[in-house]
């Protein structure tokens, strides 16, 4: 059922994390993000997997790096006007 679903990130990893295959969904993450840099807006239910896991400096780490890429489309907006 889950390849079938491999081409939809999020109801994938969200199939996974109700399944507490928290670890797998991570990894799904990783590499959905290595291929898709800029998709910010999917960046906070990995965060939220790393929170599960107790994983809260990698949680820091990608909340920052969603910020970051926040301010960046927001200076870009500001100065294309």
């Known amino acids: 059922m889950l390849a079938d679903l ?3 990130i999020y109801l994938r ?5 109700h399944n507490n295959m928290l670890v797998a969904a991570i990894d799904a993450w990783r590499t959905f993000f290595s291929k898709y840099p800029d998709e910010n ?3 906070s239910p990995l965060a ?3 929170d599960r896991l107790r994983l809260y400096n990698l ?3 990608e909340l ?10 927001s200076t870009a ?5």
Request: glycine share 4%.
């Open 6 to 8: 491999a081409v939809d």
């Open 59 to 61: 949680r820091r780490r």
């Open 48 to 50: 939220e997997s790393y």
């Open 41 to 43: 807006d999917l960046r």
């Open 77 to 81: 907006f500001l100065t294309s006007g």
């Open 13 to 17: 990893t969200n199939i996974l994390s």
């Open 64 to 73: 920052r790096l969603y910020q970051s890429q926040l301010s960046e489309q």
